[in-house]
């Protein structure tokens, strides 16, 4: 089968992932870390039957080095997932997704400072595009649009970005299904062992609608990434997919827009989220 229909599947699941999750979180009995933890618990538990068949889980034995990159990873991830879902409770989700396609940003300054990659004008002139996107965004006149919780939501996107780097370096060790058990279920678990006292409001999960949508936002969650990692390995080349699973941000405006009724700014965000794509584009 053609990577593309892989590619095109991705962003689309994605979407409907956060859309999803945006519903839960919304309610003010759910408490954006807890649901951090039993989201990413969740989507552990969906893939592993499909790790078990495919690669067996297979875990080669680490070196100390490899260890310590997984750990660092399950921190990352855990403070990056606490974040984004605590930000996502309080900011519209068209919002949130923008701040999230800031982690190309991240992930190039990371790359330029510790991986000692080149920093090219396309680079820099993508980064000028994101900076353009955010402001356009949440510049008005006499309104103020930026609170603490999208510096959260920008804060995570740098967060995602490094453990997107530990990501790649640990898929050298780890089949992809495996990985993405691991890469979930790690950061759930302290997560979820830091709000311990809370514990008592997984129980909100179990009930009426909340439970089927926290399952569909990890099926979808989970399929998403499938989906990506497919592409990936079928194409060959991530420049052909990545441009295709950027256009999550539109798609989740769109959906926003359907499910949510988030209407308010709509041409700046479209607008912001097309500059911000541009950006993204440039720096990948």
Do not use: C
Not at 73 to 94: C, D, E, N, Q
Not at 261 to 276: H, N, Q, S, T, V
Request: aromatic share 16%.
């Amino acid at each position: 089968m053609s990577y593309l229909f892989f590619a095109l599947a991705s962003p689309v699941l994605m979407a409907l992932g956060n859309i999803t999750q945006k519903v839960v979180v919304s309610d003010d009995k759910v408490h954006g870390g807890v649901f951090a933890g039993a989201y990413g618990i969740l989507v552990a538990l969906l893939t592993l039957p499909f790790a078990l068949i495919s690669d067996k889980l297979m875990v080669q034995m680490f070196s100390p080095s490899v260890i310590l990159v997984l750990l660092l990873m399950s921190v990352l991830y855990a403070f990056a997932m606490w974040g984004f879902f605590t930000a996502m409770k309080h900011v519209p989700i068209s919002e949130i997704t923008l701040l999230e396609s800031t982690t190309p940003l991240w992930v190039l300054f990371g790359s330029v400072l510790f991986l000692g990659e080149s920093l090219t004008w396309n680079k820099f002139i993508g980064v000028l595009f994101l900076i353009a996107g955010l402001f356009v965004t949440f510049r008005y006149k006499g309104v103020k649009r930026w609170s603490g919780y999208h510096t959260l939501g920008l804060v995570s996107g740098a967060l995602y970005a490094g453990a997107y780097m530990t990501d790649k370096y640990l898929l050298d060790y780890l089949p992809t299904l495996s990985y993405q058990v691991l890469s979930f279920g790690l950061p759930s678990i302290l997560i979820l062992g830091y709000f311990y006292k809370r514990a008592k409001e997984l129980k909100y999960f179990f009930v009426d609608k909340r439970a089927r949508n926290i399952v569909l936002s990890s099926a979808f969650v989970g399929g998403g990434y499938y989906t990506l990692f497919k592409a990936y390995q079928l194409s060959g080349e991530i420049s052909l997919v990545n441009p295709i699973y950027e256009t999550k941000s539109l798609w989740v405006v769109l959906m926003g827009i359907v499910f949510l009724k988030e209407k308010d700014f709509l041409r700046r965000k479209i607008i912001g989220m097309i500059l911000a794509i541009i950006g993204v584009l440039l720096v990948s």
